[in-house]
């Protein structure tokens, strides 16, 4: 059975940081592509990042670039995303999502997302 | 940035009635357009994939059409557990990969 199980959100100050982790089991990690997307309390979904099966490619929205680092240990089966410099509008839940294999930015498999809250 | 409008942003119906929602892109998308189905408390679920291939698992009641900009979801009869919000998203020209503002299907 696929899973993808976030972890490491909380509540942070503004100007904080939080490494979040996904830990992915019941496929073979390194054949797929991954990315986190982020939905702000009652609002929609917002692509944030995309790394390569490899780690080779990694893309940003504008809005994280420069702040978030995307990240994967394809050994340890696990992705990862460190905020840095967070900002009241991070406030969201954060979810790692799986790459549609063979169709690019597809994303077939979600995991339940962990809540990430910027607040003083 | 490719922008993608939903419509409308809420559907009130009943179950078994036919529902259509619309995607707009801002500029040609061809068919690379996903449909993702949102529960409350839910992560997303993917529907359709480059705008008519259904993902595994998900019933034929679900259809998807359109290409270039204009787009539409099909549910053919609604059932209880339909009632969800649902989002478009382009994989067209990315980054950034951009989602639709969502179309809530609530029950009448």
């Known amino acids: 059975e696929v899973q993808l199980v976030e972890s490491g959100g909380g509540l942070v100050q503004p100007g904080g940081s939080l490494r979040l982790s996904c830990a992915a089991s019941?496929?073979?990690?390194?054949?797929?592509?991954m990315n986190w997307v982020r939905q702000a309390p009652g609002k929609g979904l917002e692509w944030v990042s995309y790394?390569?099966?490899?780690?080779?490619?990694?893309y940003y929205a504008d809005s994280v670039k420069g702040r978030f680092t995307i990240s994967r240990d394809n050994a340890k089966n696990s992705l990862y995303l460190q905020m840095n410099s967070l900002r009241a509008e991070d406030t969201a839940v954060y979810y790692c999502?799986?790459?549609?294999?063979?169709?690019?930015?597809?994303?077939?498999?979600w995991g339940h997302g962990t809540l990430v809250t910027v607040s003083a | 940035e490719i922008v993608l409008t939903q419509s409308p942003a809420t559907l009130s119906l009943s179950p078994g009635d036919r529902a259509t929602l619309s995607c707009r892109a801002s500029?040609?998308?061809?068919?690379?357009l996903a449909w993702y189905q949102q529960k409350p408390g839910q992560a997303p679920r993917l529907l359709i994939y480059?705008?008519?291939n259904r993902a595994t698992g998900v019933p034929a009641r679900f259809s998807g059409s359109g290409s270039g900009t204009d787009f539409t979801l099909t549910i053919s009869s609604l059932e209880p557990e339909d009632f969800a919000v649902y989002y478009c998203?382009?994989?067209?020209?990315?980054?950034?990969?951009?989602f639709g503002g969502g179309t809530k299907v609530e029950i009448k």
């Open positions: 790394i390569s099966n490899t780690g080779g490619a990694i």
């Open positions: 480059d705008a008519s």
């Open positions: 019941g496929f073979t990690f390194n054949n797929y592509e």
């Open positions: 998203q382009q994989r067209s020209l990315w980054p950034p990969l951009t």
């Open positions: 500029q040609s998308v061809s068919r690379y």
């Open positions: 999502a799986r790459v549609l294999r063979g169709y690019t930015q597809n994303f077939d498999f």
